[in-house]
Structure formats: C-alpha cells, structure tokens
C-alpha cells in the first residue's frame, strides 16, 4: 500500500450521486477536490464550493475546457450519466469518449472510471454495453494507469424505484427477478469510499478492476430484510419483464439473472472499505422505516 496522495483530485459528476458520495469521501480525507460541472451557479454546484471544492466549468463536447480542468491533477474520477434511451447511450458514450481523450491529452496519472458490473465484456445491455466501450477506449487511451469500478445496483434504489411497501401489515417487495436470482448491491456512499480509497491510493484494486458490491440476497431475503427491520411479516412477488419502462431495463433485469452465476468482489470490496455496510447494515445506518400502509389509504 503506497501513501496517500496529496494534490488535486478531479471529480465528473460531483453534483450527482455517485460523484457527490466520492467528494464526500475525498473531503473526509481532506484532499484537495476540483468537481467539472457544467453550471458554476446551480445550488449543487455552490453548496459543493462552500465545502471548500473548487468548481472548473466544463462542456463535454468542449476538449479545451476539460484539458484546462485536468491540468496538473493528481488523479481523476469520472462516472457517464444515465441513459434510458439508445439516443442517450450514445450521449454516454459521447462523454466518456470526451472525458478519457482529455484525460489522456493532459496525461492524468490515475483515472478511475466509476463503471458498471458485468462490463468486462459485451452483455446486450446497450447502457452496460456502453460503459463497456469506453473501459476499452480507457485501455487503450496510453494513460499511464487506470482502474475500473463496476457498481452493482444502489441499495438507495429501495427508497425509489425498487421500494417495497405496507400492505395490510405486511411489507411487500416486488422486483422483475426469479425468486432464486441473487440481487448485487451496495450502497452510493460505499461507492464513494472505495472510489476515493483507490484515487488517493490508499488502496489498490487487484489487476485494475473491483466489482463493487456490498450485498447479495434474493427479492425473499431483500424482504425478509425489510421485514425485520420494521418488525414485520413481508414477502416477495416475481413480476414480470414487462412492468419495465424500456426495453434497456429489460435487457438490464434479463442480464441480472444471468450474471448471479459470475464470482462477486465482497471480500475484495472490504478489504479497500472494511466498513462497506451490507443491506441490513445500510437499512440501520440510513434510519429506513416503513412507508404508510395502503390499507390506510
Ligand atoms: N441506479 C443504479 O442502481 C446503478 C447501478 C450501477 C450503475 N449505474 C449507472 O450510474 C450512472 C448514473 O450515476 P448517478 O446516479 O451517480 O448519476 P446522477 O446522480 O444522475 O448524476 C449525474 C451527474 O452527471 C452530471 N452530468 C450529466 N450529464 C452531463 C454532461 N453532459 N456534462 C457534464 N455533466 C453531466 C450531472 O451534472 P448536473 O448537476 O449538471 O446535472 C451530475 O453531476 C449511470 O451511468 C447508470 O447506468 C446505476
């Protein structure tokens, strides 16, 4: 393990989650961060500044005012912004494209590209296969060193899209999963800390690559979890594919029940973050309580 870095490290998509969970890890290190945004006046953008982040304004299709943004950093941390459409892949992949030549015109001596799980290789996904794409184009940038974290999918996406909820005293959770198919997980803020370890090297991830998941339970255990949490009977409902918006997420929850088969990286994740929270874990931390029961509704 080498010693911690101490200039500048760049952060894309810091008024994001992702991004916004690896400045907070940064700031705890106290290492100097400079977030790119795209407007230096949203609220985001200032309550980062009155952090103590420095702003750089960027345009992604602008190469001169990334190259200006990354000159002299340390290290450089960028995720590629969500894509619901095959128009908005190829927008991903327009910047990550942009994001990585910058990166590699200035010479950045890390980069670490916050990716997906399974991107190792080509899935079908088109916003897997993205992120896929642009981990090729960062091999063969000629960057000095780069590493990949794929993220497996948010634990906060239980409190959004994946809530469960309160029926009749009964948490109930429905996904468009097998009941037999293992979930990855792990929380935005383990995202942060991993991420962050990596880019001041206090860590190393084995080879270059570490998949980042802090949990691995099926939609029984996933309810079993909430249950107890709220002191509560639950269960778990299969839905099906077609509940889905798109044909992305589609593709997406098709591929999550193929790729339980593949070997995870908990052991790894916790040995870069030991305190990497499991569900239960994040369920404690987070507060998370029981929405209102729809019988009451
Ligand atoms: N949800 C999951 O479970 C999950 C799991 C694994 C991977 N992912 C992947 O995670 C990514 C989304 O990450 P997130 O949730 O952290 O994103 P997010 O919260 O939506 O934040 C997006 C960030 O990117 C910035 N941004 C977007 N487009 C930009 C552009 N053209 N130029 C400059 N900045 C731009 C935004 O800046 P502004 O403030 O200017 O908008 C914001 O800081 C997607 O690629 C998704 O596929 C998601």
Same mark, same amino acid.
């Given at each position: 393990?080498?010693?911690?870095?101490?200039?500048?490290?760049?952060?894309?998509?810091?008024?994001?989650?992702?991004?916004?969970?690896?400045?907070?890890?940064?700031?705890?290190?106290?290492?100097?961060?400079?977030?790119?945004?795209?407007?230096?006046?949203?609220?985001?953008?200032?309550?980062?500044?009155?952090?103590?982040?420095?702003?750089?304004?960027?345009?992604?299709?602008?190469?001169?005012?990334?190259?200006?943004?990354?000159?002299?950093?340390?290290? +450089?941390?960028?995720?590629?912004?969500?894509?619901?459409?095959?128009?908005?892949?190829?927008?991903?992949?327009?910047?990550?494209?942009?994001?990585?030549?910058?990166?590699?015109?200035?010479?950045?001596?890390?980069?670490?590209?916050?990716?997906? +799980?399974?991107?190792?290789?080509?899935?079908?996904?088109?916003?897997?296969?993205?992120?896929?794409?642009?981990?090729?184009?960062?091999?063969?940038?000629?960057?000095?060193?780069?590493?990949? *974290?794929?993220?497996?999918?948010?634990?906060?996406? +239980?409190?959004?899209?994946?809530?469960?909820? %309160?029926?009749?005293?009964?948490?109930?959770?429905?996904?468009? %999963?097998?009941?037999?198919?293992?979930?990855?997980?792990?929380?935005?803020?383990?995202?942060?800390? *991993?991420?962050?370890?990596?880019?001041?090297?206090?860590?190393?991830?084995?080879?270059?690559?570490?998949?980042?998941?802090?949990?691995?339970?099926?939609?029984?255990?996933?309810?079993?979890?909430?249950?107890?949490?709220?002191?509560?009977?639950?269960?778990?409902?299969?839905?099906?594919?077609? *509940?889905?918006?798109?044909?992305?997420?589609?593709?997406? +929850?098709?591929?999550?029940?193929?790729?339980?088969?593949?070997?995870?990286?908990?052991?790894?994740?916790?040995?870069?973050?030991?305190?990497?929270?499991?569900?239960?874990?994040?369920?404690?931390?987070?507060?998370?309580?029981?929405?209102?029961?729809?019988?009451?509704?």
């Amino acid at each position: 393990m080498s010693t911690q870095r101490t200039g500048t490290i760049a952060v894309f998509g810091a008024t994001g989650q992702q991004g916004g969970a690896v400045v907070d890890a940064l700031l705890d290190h106290k290492a100097p961060v400079r977030a790119l945004v795209r407007s230096l006046q949203s609220d985001r953008a200032q309550a980062l500044a009155a952090r103590g982040v420095e702003l750089a304004a960027i345009r992604a299709d602008d190469p001169a005012s990334l190259a200006t943004a990354l000159a002299t950093v340390e290290a +450089f941390y960028f995720m590629t912004p969500e894509a619901n459409s095959l128009e908005e892949v190829e927008a991903e992949i327009r910047v990550g494209t942009a994001l990585v030549d910058a990166a590699a015109e200035t010479g950045v001596p890390h980069v670490v590209f916050n990716s997906v +799980f399974g991107a190792d290789r080509e899935s079908g996904v088109p916003h897997h296969d993205s992120k896929h794409w642009i981990e090729e184009h960062l091999r063969k940038s000629g960057l000095m060193r780069a590493t990949m *974290v794929r993220a497996t999918a948010f634990m906060e996406n +239980f409190v959004t899209v994946m809530a469960p909820s %309160l029926e009749h005293g009964e948490i109930v959770l429905r996904l468009p %999963l097998p009941e037999d198919v293992a979930l990855k997980m792990i929380s935005v803020r383990d995202i942060g800390r *991993v991420a962050a370890a990596l880019l001041l090297d206090i860590a190393e991830a084995p080879g270059g690559v570490v998949e980042l998941v802090g949990d691995e339970l099926t939609g029984p255990q996933i309810a079993a979890a909430f249950g107890a949490r709220a002191g509560l009977p639950a269960r778990y409902e299969t839905l099906p594919l077609s *509940v889905l918006p798109n044909d992305l997420d589609r593709a997406m +929850f098709r591929q999550f029940a193929k790729a339980q088969k593949n070997s995870s990286d908990l052991a790894v994740v916790r040995s870069i973050e030991p305190a990497t929270l499991n569900l239960v874990e994040w369920l404690r931390a987070t507060g998370w309580t029981a929405p209102a029961d729809v019988a009451g509704s």
